[in-house]
């Protein structure tokens, strides 16, 4: 009987994203197969790493392409892309901790065009004036980064509902993100006395 790869990944990722610490007889209950045909498609947890890698990103690629980045206002695109990767977020999460994929120079080049293309997102809307020019791209990416493994921590352990995951994330990020016109440091805030001069 041949064995459906997406099928053993996807039941994999499933498992991880639930109990990061799983091991491989776990993932093969979990898929259906026994541990030798596991460690046939996959050497080791390592492999099987770097295969859930090559699908997060995928799934990530997708979402971004879904979101259609360049229409419209920036804020719509995020909460666009949100929406889009919120079915890939728990798997994101995952792999999100797995500090050897980020490590050294075998580092997939997938992550830099992610990060390429959603930081443009944000270049975007900082060029448009509706984010702050204060937060660097950069920074608001690894931002997103965080909201959406929390997001999906939080919805697997059921401390959040998941139909809240996507308009957490964005009020999160954008609360912080949006450009405010704030009163200067002379200026008393709203409802401050002003101080009378002596």
Request: aromatic fraction near 6%.
């Amino acid at each position: 009987m041949a064995v459906d790869r997406d099928h053993v990944l996807r039941s994999a990722a499933a498992l991880l994203t639930r109990r990061a610490t799983a091991t491989m007889d776990e993932v093969a209950r979990a898929a259906g197969i026994s541990r030798a045909t596991l460690h046939r498609q996959f050497a080791g947890r390592d492999a099987l790493v770097r295969a859930l890698e090559s699908l997060g990103i995928a799934e990530c690629e997708a979402a971004l392409d879904a979101a259609r980045l360049d229409e419209g206002p920036a804020r719509d695109a995020v909460h666009r892309l949100v929406h889009a990767i919120e079915p890939a977020a728990g798997l994101l999460a995952f792999l999100y901790t797995e500090n050897q994929l980020f490590e050294g120079d075998g580092q997939n080049t997938g992550w830099t065009r992610i990060d390429d293309r959603i930081a443009a997102l944000f270049r975007r809307g900082q060029d448009s004036g509706e984010f702050r020019i204060d937060l660097t791209p950069a920074w608001l990416t690894e931002a997103l980064y965080g909201l959406l493994a929390s997001a999906a921590w939080a919805v697997s352990e059921g401390r959040v509902a998941a139909k809240d995951f996507t308009r957490m994330t964005v009020e999160l990020l954008l609360g912080g993100a949006l450009r405010r016109d704030e009163p200067r440091r002379d200026e008393p805030r709203q409802n401050e006395p002003r101080r009378e001069e002596s």
